[in-house]
């Protein structure tokens, strides 16, 4: 809803240029189609500027309500104890409670509280501090177990192929001996692919 500004019925020549302006809205009122709003007077004459206008969101129609300086107060009060709601504190000491006043014993248990706060929150954090270094120890770990992993194929590997070379070598001088009574050597195709790699 926008703010509208209203021409009321002029009652003298002075008063035809007054003119009131919605400035502030509430919350809507029990009829959900009607709301409250506050409205200032744009010249200084005729109200005490403490004036509510009713108005009707499906016609623009409004009614203005006066209201008393002590109604208003309270509205302001309200408002302001709404918006900004005060903080109770419960056993509550004067600044002589920790020196052997009659009400040592609420200063105690409220010392005692503050303690076995302070203590949870730093065994919390030593907590907290604990299970992160755990986890950095242990995704180090798993990182350092990758690597050698990798490296460990990485061996294995280099072992095979030197294996297979040295059996081809030893197939290709089995092959050699009983062909030297002239005939042409002949090498195993096997041999030749491990080679190329």
């Avoid at 709404?82 to 903080?87: A, I, L, Q």
């Amino acid at each position: 809803m926008s703010h509208t500004t209203l021409d009321p019925k002029p009652k003298t020549p002075n008063q035809t240029s007054h003119r009131l302006r919605l400035v502030a809205m509430s919350a809507p009122s029990r009829d959900n189609s009607m709301q409250l709003v506050a409205a200032s007077s744009s010249s200084g004459g005729g109200g005490t500027g403490k004036e509510l206008a009713l108005v009707d969101e499906g016609a623009a129609k409004a009614r203005k309500v006066l209201l008393r300086e002590d109604e208003e107060d309270l509205e302001v009060k309200l408002r302001r104890i709404m918006e900004h709601v005060p903080v109770r504190v419960s056993n509550t000491s004067g600044s002589s409670a920790g020196s052997g006043s009659g009400d040592f014993h609420q200063y105690r248990q409220m010392r005692r509280k503050e303690q076995d706060r302070v203590a949870r929150m730093d065994a919390d954090y030593q907590k907290r501090l604990e299970i992160a270094e755990f986890n950095l120890r242990r995704e180090e770990r798993l990182k350092a177990a990758e690597r050698t992993a990798k490296k460990r194929q990485k061996r294995q590997k280099k072992k095979d192929r030197r294996k297979d070379k040295k059996k081809s070598k030893l197939d290709t001088i089995t092959e050699e001996e009983p062909k030297k009574d002239g005939e042409p050597l002949v090498h195993s195709d096997d041999s030749s692919d491990d080679d190329d790699e």
